[in-house]
T-cell receptor
């Protein structure tokens, strides 16, 4: 399965600023996903990023707040813009990959822990 | 009603116990069922993957899907302290329907 890394692993930011999170995969993948994981809540899909097309955002998430880039098949970024304390969360990147002949399924990066003061 | 319901725990068991983790769901279109394990301060790790109804076994782990009851389970035999983690169920509608719906996760602690 794909090996996924994220940068930064954690950050503390001031409200009103922006943070860009990077996701790097060690193999080419078509679909990459960005999730948010808040304490006591399930993973929530923010958007799907396919290379060469605009990201598709889920209900409740907008491009102005969470702009996404997908310049190639191994890399994506998520920016959390104009941050407020409510944006404090873990942000996870995942990719769709095939493992040992199984149906494609999703594999996750280690996450970025964001605290907004 | 949430699409996927999962008891958040925490669940504490002695080492060697059999652990049963469960999720219920409401969407009959779900065809693929996954269990992820998430250690503290780590990303979710795919543990088990099942298509449609039935059982699947992998070492000490067994995943069961009962589509008629909209109920899935993960059993851990001979539980170890290293199994202490949060277990997340996830499900999707299948090929071409990539969106995963996750449960909130069950925190498991296996006591040595």
């Amino acid at each position: 399965s794909a090996v996924i890394s994220q940068k930064p692993s954690r950050d503390i930011c001031q409200r009103g600023t922006s943070l860009t999170i990077q996701c790097q995969v060690d193999s080419q993948v078509t679909m990459m996903f960005w999730y948010r994981q808040q304490p006591g809540q399930s993973l929530t899909l923010i958007a799907t990023a396919n290379q060469g097309s605009e990201a598709t955002y889920e209900s409740g998430f907008v491009i102005d707040k969470f702009p996404i880039s997908r310049p190639n098949l191994t890399f994506s970024t998520l920016t959390v813009s104009n941050m407020s304390p409510e944006d404090s969360s873990i942000y996870l990147c995942s990719v769709e990959d095939r493992k040992r002949g199984l149906q494609e399924t999703q594999y996750f990066g280690p996450g970025t822990r964001l605290l907004v003061l | 009603q949430k699409e996927v319901e999962q008891d958040p725990g925490p669940l504490s068991v002695p080492e060697g116990a059999i652990v049963s983790l469960n999720c219920t769901y409401s969407n009959s279109a779900f065809q693929y069922f996954m269990w992820y394990r998430q250690y503290s301060r780590k990303g979710p790790e795919l543990l088990m993957y099942t298509y449609s109804s039935g059982n699947k076994e992998d070492g000490r782990f067994t995943a069961q899907v009962d589509k008629s009851s909209k109920y899935i389970s993960l059993f851990i035999r001979d539980s170890q302290p290293s199994d202490s983690a949060t277990y997340l169920c996830a499900m999707s509608g299948g090929s071409g329907t990539y969106k995963y719906i996750f449960g909130t996760g069950t925190r498991l602690k296996v006591l040595a």
